[in-house]
C-alpha cells in the first residue's frame, strides 16, 4: 500500500477518507503499461479515463509539445486572433469527420465541449425563431462530463442530483436508452415545439459500456431530423478510432448536428476538446449579417494542445491503429463471450475495443478491481457493478488475453472468499 501523500489534492468522484489511505499514485507510463509509486507495473485497462489510445510515453509527442512550446506556446483564438496550429487542426478534422463541410469550435476538454454544444443549440432556436426550444434532452445513464450542462444532462442520477433541483439548468430531461419507442413518447409528451436537442454517446461509456440496441440510434436520429430537434453525438470516448471506425458516427451511420470530441484527439498527452458542427448550425455566424456567438475559452485552439493533436493522428495513421481497432475487435467479443459464464457474471458488452463485463450486484466489484490490479491489471468498476475493459490501441492480442483471464481469476478468488 502507499503512503497517504496526496496532501492538499481534492481528487475526482472520490471518497476522500478513502483516497488518503490507499491512494494509487502513478508516476510513470510507458506503452500500454501504467507504474505506481511503489514500482508496480500496471496494464493500462482502461486507457486512463477512455484516453490513452497510442500509449503512454510517446517521445514523439514529448517533442512535438516542446518544440511548438518554444516557438509559440499558444495565442488566443478570440475576435481577429487565431493561430496557425488551431487553424491547421480544424481543416484536418474538418475533412476527417462524418459531417459535410463542417466548422470546428475548440474547447479544452468534454465537459467544455458539451457545455458549447447545448448553448449553441438554444441560441440557434432563438435566432430561428423559435423561442419556445428550451429543453435538452438525454438518455438514462448518461455520462456527458461533469460542467453545469454536463450535470444537468446526466443521466447517472447521483451525478446530478443534490443540487435541490432536478437539474442545475431547468430545462432538461431524460429519455429512454434503448426504446426508441419510449423516446418517441416522451418527445410527444414534452412536446417538439419546446425541445431544442438531444444529446446521445453512441456507446454509452460511463454508464456501463452499453452499445445502442438494433435499430436505436438510427431512430433517434431520423426522430430528430422529423421534429427539428438538434442532434448532438458525444463521441468524447468513440471519436478517433475507440469502435474501429474514425468516429462511431460512421459506423452507426449517423448525420449528426453537432459532434464532440476530446480525449483521443491528443491520447491525452494535452487538454483539448472539440465540437464540429453542421452547416445549418454554423451558417447564420458565417456571411453576411452574422452573429456573434458569445463563447469561448483562453486555450480554445490552444497551439500546443492543436500541435500535439496533429503529430497523435499522424501517429495513428501511420501505425494503422482505427485498423488495429477493427482487427482487435472479433478477439474482444470472443474472448469476453468465453469467460461469460463464469459465475458472478450477468452479461459482457463489446464495440469496438471497448467491453463491459457486468457482474451480480451480490459481488463487491471494487474487491475484484483490487484483485485484478494486484495481478498487475489496472481496472475500474463503472455504473451497475460493471468493469471497463478499454486499452491502448497498441494493445498485443496476448495483452488482451491476459486481461481477461485475469479477471475471470478475480471474480473465482471473489467468490471463493465469499462462500
Ligand atoms: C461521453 C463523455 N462526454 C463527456 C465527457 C467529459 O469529458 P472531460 O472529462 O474531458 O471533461 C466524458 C468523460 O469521460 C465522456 O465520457
Known amino acids: 500500500m502507499s503512503i497517504a501523500r496526496q496532501g492538499a489534492l481534492w481528487s475526482a468522484q472520490a471518497h476522500m477518507p478513502t483516497v488518503s489511505i490507499d491512494p494509487i499514485e502513478i508516476v510513470r ?15 493500462d485497462t482502461t486507457s486512463g479515463l477512455w484516453h490513452a489510445n497510442v500509449g ?14 518554444e516557438t509559440l506556446e499558444t495565442y488566443h483564438v478570440f475576435g481577429r486572433f487565431v493561430n496557425d496550429k488551431a487553424i491547421a487542426l480544424a481543416e484536418q478534422v474538418a475533412d476527417m469527420a462524418p459531417i459535410d463541410d463542417p466548422k470546428v469550435f475548440w474547447t479544452s476538454g468534454g465537459s467544455d465541449s458539451v457545455d458549447l454544444a447545448c448553448k449553441l443549440a438554444l441560441r440557434h432556436w432563438q435566432i430561428h425563431g423559435k423561442p419556445t426550444k428550451h429543453v435538452i434532452l438525454s438518455r438514462d445513464k448518461a455520462y456527458h462530463g461533469l460542467h453545469g450542462f454536463g450535470t444537468s444532462v446526466a443521466g447517472l442520477e447521483p451525478n446530478r442530483l443534490g443540487y435541490g433541483v432536478d437539474s442545475i439548468f431547468p430545462l432538461t430531461a431524460r429519455v429512454s436508452n434503448s426504446d426508441i419507442e419510449s423516446v418517441r413518447q416522451t418527445v410527444a409528451e414534452i412536446g417538439a415545439e419546446n425541445i431544442a436537442a438531444l444529446i446521445a454517446e453512441p456507446v454509452m461509456g460511463t454508464g456501463g459500456v452499453l452499445p445502442p440496441t438494433s435499430g436505436y440510434l438510427e431512430g433517434l436520429q431520423q426522430l430528430c431530423r ?25 459506423r452507426f ?14 491520447s491525452g498527452y494535452m ?46 495513421e501511420d501505425e494503422g491503429l482505427v485498423e488495429r481497432v477493427a482487427a482487435l475487435e472479433p478477439q474482444l467479443a470472443a474472448g469476453l463471450n468465453a469467460i461469460s459464464n463464469t459465475p458472478g457474471i450477468v452479461e459482457v458488452r463489446t464495440c ?16 475484484v478491481a483490487r484483485r485484478c490490479i494486484g495481478a498487475g491489471v489496472s481496472m475500474r468498476v463503472l455504473t451497475d457493478n460493471t468493469l471497463q475493459i478499454c486499452p491502448p490501441f497498441i494493445t498485443t492480442d496476448d495483452e488482451l488475453q491476459l486481461v481477461m ?5 478475480a471474480l473465482r478468488a471473489e467468490l471463493q472468499v465469499a462462500a
Not at 507510463?29 to 496494464?43: A, K, M, N, P, V
Open 271 to 316: 487538454p483539448l476538446g472539440g465540437v464540429i458542427i453542421a452547416s445549418r448550425v454554423w451558417a447564420p455566424y458565417f456571411g453576411e449579417g452574422a452573429e456573434v456567438f458569445r463563447h469561448g475559452l483562453t486555450y480554445s485552439g490552444h497551439a500546443t494542445a492543436c500541435a500535439v493533436a496533429i503529430r497523435n493522428l499522424q501517429i495513428m
Open 29 to 43: 507510463g510507458e506503452g500500454s503499461y501504467i507504474f505506481t509509486r511503489d514500482g508496480q507495473r500496471l496494464f
Open 352 to 367: 469496438g475495443l471497448l467491453g463491459g463485463v457486468q457482474m451480480d450486484p451480490q459481488i463487491n466489484g471494487e474487491n
Open 253 to 266: 451511420g449517423l448525420d449528426a448536428d453537432m459532434i464532440l470530441v476530446a480525449k483521443g484527439i491528443t
Open 226 to 250: 422529423a421534429n427539428d430537434i438538434l442532434f448532438i453525438v458525444d463521441e468524447v470516448i468513440t471519436g478517433f478510432g475507440r469502435t474501429g471506425r474514425m468516429f462511431a458516427s460512421e
Open 405 to 409: 483471464d485475469t479477471i475471470a481469476d
Open 56 to 69: 503512454h510515453g510517446r517521445r514523439e509527442l514529448a517533442q512535438t509539445a516542446a518544440l511548438q512550446m
